[in-house]
């Protein structure tokens, strides 16, 4: 069900909402937290899980459907540098087991969207110290945010790897980690609150109805959507609703578009 009010407000909230939306774990300091060595500063083999939840993206602002272009760490040692681990493997998806299974790795993550693969050679990047430093190939994976779930990234790096670098931390989210390249079932020899910090950027994707606004608000029963999501609302033919709707813009109009999907469904 879509909703437009006509008025020049609505629009431009509902414009604003397109914007990208950034989301900051732990905060959005690059230079500051624990410096650690995992998985970045790693040159003979590892491997690591790390877990965001979604109760830390919706606060961030990130709607259900929205896909993550980005992911910067901040680097915590050295000066500047050249990362490249000869084989890597970098995935993000939907925690499948949530607390994830110590020693299951990537196999946590339901149908994870992969960043960079075993064979597509060298995994490289530049970082500067106290700068947000991107990883490459996140926006290709097309991971998309389902707004109810937690997750996780999963990275294992070769050995070989050189231009390693420690990053920041944080203090509250979840870490597995072992120094074994590509591990499948063995168990993690440090798993605690230590995830990555990060700088998660999120695209929303094509919004095509109005959210409700103070302005203007359309409900059948009281029903309304959470802010990204349309509500809704089945009856039953011959089954009587109520359709609820407000605006202090007196005088304009509405826009109202429905849908039937089944013939016997209103």
């Given at each position: 069900?879509?909703?437009?009010s006509r008025?020049?407000?609505?629009f431009?909230?509902?414009?604003?909402?397109?914007?990208?939306?950034?989301?900051?774990?732990?905060?959005?300091?690059p230079?500051?937290?624990t410096?650690?060595g995992?998985p970045?500063?790693?040159?003979?083999?590892?491997?690591?899980l790390?877990?965001?939840?979604?109760?830390?993206?919706?606060?961030?602002?990130?709607?259900?459907?929205?896909?993550?272009t980005?992911?910067?760490?901040?680097?915590?040692?050295g000066?500047?540098?050249?990362?490249?681990?000869?084989?890597?493997?970098?995935?993000?998806?939907?925690?499948?087991?949530?607390?994830?299974?110590?020693?299951a790795?990537?196999?946590?993550i339901?149908?994870p969207?992969?960043?960079?693969?075993?064979?597509?050679?060298?995994?490289t990047?530049p970082?500067?110290?106290?700068?947000?430093?991107?990883?490459?190939?996140?926006?290709?994976?097309?991971f998309l945010?389902d707004?109810?779930?937690?997750?996780?990234?999963?990275?294992?790096?070769?050995?070989?790897t050189t231009?390693t670098f420690?990053?920041?931390?944080?203090?509250?989210n979840?870490?597995?980690?072992l120094?074994?390249f590509n591990?499948?079932?063995?168990?993690?020899?440090?798993?605690?609150?230590?995830?990555m910090?990060?700088?998660l950027?999120?695209?929303?994707g094509?919004?095509?109805?109005?959210?409700?606004?103070?302005?203007?608000?359309?409900?059948?029963?009281?029903v309304?959507?959470n802010?990204?999501?349309?509500?809704?609302v089945?009856?039953?033919?011959?089954?009587?609703?109520?359709?609820n709707?407000?605006?202090?813009?007196v005088?304009?109009?509405?826009d109202?578009?429905?849908?039937?999907?089944?013939?016997?469904?209103?």
């Open positions: 069900m879509v909703l437009v008025f020049p407000v609505a431009l909230l509902l414009a604003a909402s397109l914007a990208a939306q950034v989301v900051y774990i732990d905060n959005n300091s230079t500051t937290g410096s650690n995992f970045w500063g790693q040159a003979n083999g590892f491997t690591t790390h877990v965001y939840t979604a109760a830390q993206l919706t606060a961030g602002g990130v709607a259900p459907g929205s896909i993550l980005g992911i910067a760490v901040a680097p915590s040692s000066t500047s540098g050249i990362y490249n681990a000869p084989q890597a493997r970098f995935t993000v998806g939907h925690l499948a087991t949530n607390p994830p299974l110590a020693g790795w990537e196999s946590n339901a149908s969207s992969v960043i960079h693969d075993l064979t597509s050679g060298a995994y990047f970082w500067t110290l106290g700068t947000w430093t991107p990883l490459p190939g996140v926006a290709s994976a097309g945010w707004g109810v779930t937690d997750i996780a990234l999963f990275y294992t790096s070769s050995a070989g231009g420690s990053a920041r931390r944080t203090a509250t979840l870490r597995h980690s120094a074994v591990a499948t079932n063995q168990a993690p020899t440090s798993n605690g609150l230590f995830a910090k990060v700088e950027t999120f695209q929303p094509v919004v095509n109805y109005q959210v409700n606004q103070p302005e203007s608000t359309f409900n059948i029963d009281g309304v959507g802010g990204a999501v349309p509500a809704s089945v009856r039953g033919t011959g089954v009587g609703f109520t359709a709707f407000q605006s202090t813009n005088g304009l109009g509405w109202l578009a429905y849908t039937l999907p089944d013939p016997l469904v209103a």
